[in-house]
C-alpha cells in the first residue's frame, strides 16, 4: 500500500478449517504484518487502521479487535460455533495512515474533501456531493468518500493477514454440539440511516440527542421488541425466530447470519457490538423494567507510538447462567458518541449469539455431502408440503428483512416493476414477482415451474442444513418422484410431475452439497446419477393411507399422459394412417358404386 492509501475489497484466504466435513470452531486470533517472509513484524493500528473487516475465516469487526480473542471464547459444551457455513472470502476495508500528519482522523474517517482536496468540515454518511465541489449535500461522507487521503506513490509497503485458527473434530467430542449463530441490530435507523451515521460539533446537534447534563455527548436510542430490532446478516433485519431467547454472552461488533422459523425457545449465548473513535459505550436495556441487559464498554490506547487516541477494545459480557428473555420483549439499544468535534462515518452495531436449535450435530450430521439414494415410491406431500402453487413471500428475504409480507405489499411499492409478470428490484438484484407470489399471480404454466422449483430449493435448505437422515430422506424422495412410473408419483398434477422429471434429479443431487458453495469448488468427484442406488426398502415403509395434498397439485388417476406422451404420438400417427387408408377405400368404393349407377341411369334412358 502507499501511504495515505485505502482498500476495501474481498479477498480470498487460505480457508483453515476441513472441506468435507464441519468442526467445533475455536479460538481465532489475526493481526496484520509487515517485512519479509522470514522476519514479519506486527503493525501498529497508528499505521495500519483496521476499518472494518467482514467474514468468518476469522472472527473480527476493526480495529478494536486485532490480536483479541474474547469475542471466539470457546462455550461450555454442548454449545460451539461450527464451520462450514461461511466461505474463504472477506472483506477489507484498512487504511495506511502514514503521511497524514496531524490529519490522520480526517482520512480514517473517510471525510470528504473538496475540490482542492481540503478536507469538509461537515459530513453525513453515505450521500451524494452537490453540484458545487466546494458544498456537500446531506447525506455525503463515511464509506463513500474513503478513498487515497495523499497523493504519494511511495514507499509501497506489502500487508499480510497473519492468523491463528484452533477447532476440534466432532468425533472427538463425547456429546453432539449445539450449533450457536448470531442476530444483530443497528441503532443508525433511529436518524434514518443504515449502519453509518455522523456525530455533529455539540453546537450544531439536535437537542434532543444531546445527553442530558453534558450537552457534547452524541446519545441515540432505539426502542423496539428484540424481534423488531435484532435480524439476520444484515443489521435492521427482523427476527423470524424462537419466541423465547436466552443470552449467554454480550460482546461489541458486526458479524451475524439469519435465523428463520423455529422453535418454541430460543437462546441466544452473545452479545456483540461495534464502535468507532469517539465512542464511549452501547448499553441494551428491557424497555420496561430498565434493567441492563448488555453493556459493551470501551478502552482507548495511551502509546504515542501505537495506538494513542484509537479505539483499543469493546469490553465482551458474559451471562452465567444464561440471560431468558421473550423475543416479544421491548428493549432499548442506546449508544454514546463524544460530540466535542466532528465525527464521520461511525458505527453502532450490537450482536446477540443464538442457540440455532436446529438439532444437535455429530460426526454424522458434520459431514458436507449429504447421502442420496433412489427411494422405492414419492411421497408427494413429502417432497411439495405447500402444494405445487403457493406464495413464497412470507418465507423469503424480503418478508424476514425488509417487512414486505404480502403480495398486495409486495406490488404496490415503487421497486415492482412490471406486475406479476415483472421484478422486484434491489441493490442486491432483481427478484422474480412470480417466484415470490405464484398463487396470487394465478399459477401460470411459467409461474407454477418456478414455484415448484423455489420450493423444492426451499424445502432443501431446511431439511439439509445438516446431513443425515432427514437430508437423505428428502433428497432420495425428490430423485424418485422424478422417475418415470414411479409408485405414488400418480398423485402429481400432470405439469407438476413433468417439472420434476425435468428438474428433479439435477435438483436432488445439487442438494447433497451441504454448507457454503464455495467449499465445494474443487470437489474432485462430484456426485453424478450413475452413483445413485437404490434406497433399502425397510427404511421407506409403505403407508398404511394416502397423504392429502393441495388440490391444485393432485390428480387421482392412476397414470401420467406425459409419460405416454410418446405412445400417444406414435398412435396418433399409426391412428392417422388407418382412418387415411379406410378412408380411401371408402372413396374408392363410393366411387365405383357411383360409377355403377350411371350406367344404370343410361341404360334405363335408352330403354
Request: hydrophobic share 35%; aromatic share 8%.
Amino acid at each position: 500500500m502507499t501511504p495515505g492509501g485505502v482498500v476495501n475489497q474481498a479477498f480470498v484466504l487460505n480457508y483453515p478449517f476441513p472441506k468435507d466435513r464441519r468442526v467445533l470452531i475455536g479460538t481465532r486470533m489475526w493481526e496484520f504484518v509487515q517485512g519479509d517472509l522470514d522476519d514479519l513484524r506486527p503493525v501498529e493500528i497508528n499505521q495500519l487502521y483496521i476499518h472494518h473487516i467482514a467474514g468468518s475465516v476469522v472472527l473480527g469487526n476493526g480495529a478494536e479487535n486485532v490480536r483479541q480473542s474474547e469475542e471466539d471464547a470457546a462455550f461450555s459444551l454442548p454449545l460451539g460455533m461450527l464451520s462450514g457455513d461461511d466461505n474463504d472470502r472477506m472483506i477489507f476495508h484498512v487504511i495506511d495512515l502514514r503521511e497524514t500528519g496531524d490529519q490522520w482522523l480526517e482520512c480514517l474517517e473517510c471525510r470528504c474533501p473538496d475540490g482542492e482536496g481540503s478536507y469538509l468540515g461537515i459530513g453525513g454518511s453515505g450521500g451524494e456531493l452537490s453540484d458545487d465541489e466546494d458544498e456537500i449535500e446531506e447525506g455525503a461522507g463515511g464509506v463513500s468518500c474513503c478513498y487515497n487521503c495523499t497523493d504519494l506513490l511511495t514507499p509501497t509497503i506489502d500487508y499480510r493477514m497473519r492468523y491463528n485458527v484452533t477447532y476440534t473434530e466432532l468425533s472427538e467430542i463425547e456429546e453432539p454440539v449445539e450449533p450457536l449463530i448470531m442476530i444483530s441490530a443497528d441503532v443508525a435507523p433511529t436518524i434514518d440511516r443504515y449502519i453509518e451515521w455522523d456525530v455533529p460539533m455539540w453546537q450544531n446537534m439536535p437537542e434532543e440527542h444531546a445527553l442530558p447534563g453534558n450537552p457534547k455527548v452524541q446519545v441515540l436510542e432505539r426502542v423496539g421488541t428484540l424481534r423488531e430490532l435484532f435480524g439476520g446478516f444484515f443489521p435492521g433485519a427482523v427476527y423470524t425466530g424462537n419466541d423465547l431467547l436466552e443470552v449467554h454472552r454480550c460482546i461489541g461488533h458486526l458479524h451475524i447470519a439469519g435465523l428463520g422459523t423455529g422453535n418454541d425457545l430460543l437462546e441466544v449465548h452473545r452479545c456483540i457490538g461495534h464502535l468507532h473513535i469517539a465512542g464511549l459505550g452501547m448499553w441494551l436495556y428491557d424497555a420496561i423494567t430498565g434493567d441492563l441487559l448488555c453493556h459493551n464498554d470501551v478502552k482507548y490506547g495511551d502509546d504515542p507510538a501505537a495506538d494513542k487516541g484509537f479505539l483499543k477494545t469493546v469490553t465482551v459480557t458474559n451471562y452465567d447462567p444464561p440471560l431468558q428473555i421473550l423475543s416479544d420483549r421491548e428493549v432499548r439499544l442506546v449508544t454514546h458518541y463524544d460530540a466535542e468535534i466532528l465525527h464521520t462515518g461511525v458505527m453502532g452495531l450490537i450482536f446477540l449469539m443464538v442457540a440455532e436449535k436446529d438439532m444437535a450435530v455429530g460426526p454424522v450430521e458434520a459431514a458436507l455431502t449429504a447421502d442420496v439414494c433412489l427411494a422405492p415410491r414419492c411421497d408427494v406431500a413429502a417432497v411439495l408440503p405447500n402444494g405445487g402453487c403457493r406464495d413464497a413471500l412470507p418465507d423469503s428475504i424480503l418478508c424476514s428483512f425488509g417487512g414486505v409480507c404480502s403480495c398486495d405489499d409486495l406490488l404496490a411499492i415503487k421497486d415492482t416493476v412490471g406486475g406479476c409478470g415483472g421484478v422486484y428490484m434491489s441493490s442486491f438484484g432483481n427478484v422474480s414477482v412470480a417466484s415470490l407470489c405464484a398463487e396470487h399471480c394465478g399459477c401460470g404454466e411459467d409461474i407454477l415451474e418456478e414455484s415448484v422449483l423455489e420450493q423444492i430449493e426451499q424445502q432443501t435448505e431446511d431439511n439439509c442444513h445438516y446431513a443425515g437422515e432427514k437430508c437423505t430422506r428428502y433428497l432420495s424422495n425428490v430423485y424418485a418422484c422424478a422417475q418415470p412410473w414411479a409408485k405414488g408419483s400418480e398423485e402429481f398434477n400432470d405439469s407438476v410431475m413433468a417439472i420434476l422429471a425435468q428438474n428433479g434429479e439435477e435438483m436432488a443431487l445439487e442438494g447433497t452439497k451441504i454448507g457454503d458453495p464455495s467449499l465445494h469448488r474443487f470437489d474432485t468427484k462430484p456426485l453424478t446419477k450413475s452413483d445413485v442406488r437404490s434406497c433399502d426398502p425397510k427404511d421407506y415403509p409403505e403407508k398404511s393411507e394416502a397423504t392429502g395434498v393441495n388440490s391444485n397439485t393432485v390428480k387421482k388417476n392412476s397414470f401420467h399422459p406425459f409419460y405416454l406422451f410418446p405412445v400417444v404420438v406414435v398412435g396418433i400417427i399409426v391412428g392417422l394412417g388407418l382412418y387415411s387408408h379406410s378412408r380411401r377405400k371408402k372413396q374408392k368404393i363410393d366411387a365405383v358404386a357411383k360409377s355403377g349407377s350411371s350406367e344404370a341411369d343410361k341404360d334405363e334412358e335408352v330403354i
